[in-house]
């Protein structure tokens, strides 16, 4: 093993290395960490080590490497804690975040070994156990089922509804970004930004609208220009439809805060009444309305939010008899 | 004309065949293949959810020209540095310029051009729902 001598770096190196490594916890510490209760190791390994560990992004050792692992826990698994408790070469203390208890991290050190193929710390200790259990209990309580708890229940069957912990993914783990490439983990994570703007159940799981309209977000208008400010028109046109559907009723006042007439107008809707038609099927095949919900705002399961004008009484009966 | 049809046709078949990559990318991410991986470069991903954080849908596509159509717009390095498309902001004064290739050029190896999370997407090409097991 290297000496403790080789902690000594040249200062400016050192300082660089640890810029990146802040911006790295910064970027990796993105849920509130409450130290009520303490975590299981997966838990933690997973908010705070799996942004450096999992890569081995600034020469971090990669979960899974057991010629690596196995090599520094020779020197004693007093000292891995030691280093992990303190901070050691890039790695800061305790990743990052003083707020994670000692035991939690000893436990997160114990999950990583485990996983790199060091087998003697598979064995629960009394306090793993204790946390174990004890997320388990929040997790049901959130009703948030982890990996393991799906494979085993039988609810597990459900090929169309994503979990709460298949929504926004930190880039690393979406299955679209390379987890190999750097720059990966330099991006900000969804759920970082999403932390104080209006929940949707579907989409991005924001309600853009909304946060647009309580100012949590400021968006430009003009490209460099931050005090430009939207030409809003607020008018409402209804279209109505077959069957029992309620009316649609499509408010250029929210979609003019975000778009220009040109967007829409005339290549997508012919600025006329009754020059459109337009139907779900169409728009699921991503025309029309589809140009834009169902890719980037928000999706066609949300029915009601165009189907928004109840038709009266009368009028769905006429509708019946006509049919 | 005839061959940005044939390239989309291209593309309908490739999904229909290869898919579905099973991911859980956020709603609205683009990933852009039209010439990245053949110039050795990662394939790009463009979050929709970020920049709309701080621009109206119009900076980009009125203004700036952007179709609403992944891969549709035809861009390259060229046009960027030129100051067109992606150009018009990654310039190091409104944001960071282009020498940042890999934070731009992050999709996986392989992956084609679509928009993620898409109904269209999730129609043609299954249920978008990652296959658990098959990822972790």
Known sequence: MKSQNSRLMPPARSFANTISVAVLVLLATNSVITAAEVRSGKQVYDVSCAGCHASGVLNAPKIGDEQDWSKRERQGFQVLLTHALKGYKNMPAKGGNPKIEDKEIEIAIKYILANSGLDRYQQTSVAKQAADKAAQQKKSVNKLTTQQTRKSSVNSFNRLMKSADEWNLPPAEDGIHDPDNGGTYMLQKPKQAFETLSWSKSGNRVDWVKALDNNEISPRYDRLDDQVKPIVMDLNIVREVKGSMPDVVYPHKQHTEWLDCSNCHPAIFIPQKGANQISMASILLGQQCGVCHGKVAFPVSECRRCHSKQKTLKAAAEGKQSN | ?136
């Not at chain 2, 990933?31 to 990662?42: D, F, P, Q, T, W």
């Not at chain 2, 790009?44 to 970020?50: R, Y």
């Not at chain 2, 960071?96 to 997407?121: F, I, M, R």
């Open chain 2, 1 to 136: 004309m005839f061959k940005s049809r044939a390239n989309n046709l291209i593309i309908l078949i490739f999904i229909l065949l290869v898919s579905p990559v099973v991911a859980n990318a956020e709603y609205g991410d683009v990933l852009i293949n039209n010439y990245s991986e053949a110039a050795g470069m990662r394939p790009v991903v463009f979050p929709h959810w970020f920049h709309r954080i701080r621009f109206r849908c119009k900076v980009c596509h009125a203004d700036l020209g952007f179709k609403f159509e992944a891969g549709g717009n035809e861009i390259n390095m060229l046009k960027i540095i030129d100051g067109e498309y992606c150009g018009a902001c990654h310039n190091g004064e409104v944001a960071w310029a282009v020498e940042n290739c890999d934070l731009c050029h992050t999709g996986k190896p392989g992956a084609p051009t679509q928009v993620h999370e898409s109904t269209t997407y999730k129609l043609f090409a299954g249920s978008g729902k990652k296959k658990t097991g098959s990822a972790q």
